[in-house]
Nanobody
């Protein structure tokens, strides 16, 4: 059974930092592309960042490039999102996504990030 469990969300002031984690199980993590998406209130779910398989290649949305960093630990089956320079516009529920080697798509339940003074 595939499970993706996000953690690390919370309330942070503008300019602050948070590190999100996603613990994965039930599939071959090292062969999966792992991504973060986010959904702000009243908006569609948007792509944030991806780490492809061994992690050598990453991709970012333009809105977070230079502020957010995705990384993964294939030994721990975890993917992370380090978020620096947070802005109120980053407020959203952040979701972990796994695309397995068989092209199955899985989602976590999300973790809420609120950026507010």
């Amino acid at each position: 059974q595939v499970q993706l469990v996000e953690s690390g969300g919370g309330l942070v002031q503008p300019g602050g930092s948070l590190r999100l984690s996603c613990a994965a199980s039930g599939f071959t993590f090292s062969r999966a592309a792992m991504s973060w998406y986010r959904q702000a209130p009243g908006k569609e779910r948007d792509f944030v960042a991806s780490s492809f398989r061994a992690g050598a290649k990453t991709n970012y949305a333009a809105s977070v490039k230079g502020r957010f960093t995705i990384s993964r630990d294939n030994a721990k089956n975890e993917v992370y999102l380090q978020m620096n320079g947070l802005e109120p516009e980053d407020t959203a529920v952040y979701y972990c996504n796994a695309q397995t080697e068989n092209d199955y798509d899985y989602w976590g339940k999300g973790t809420l990030v609120t950026v507010s003074s």
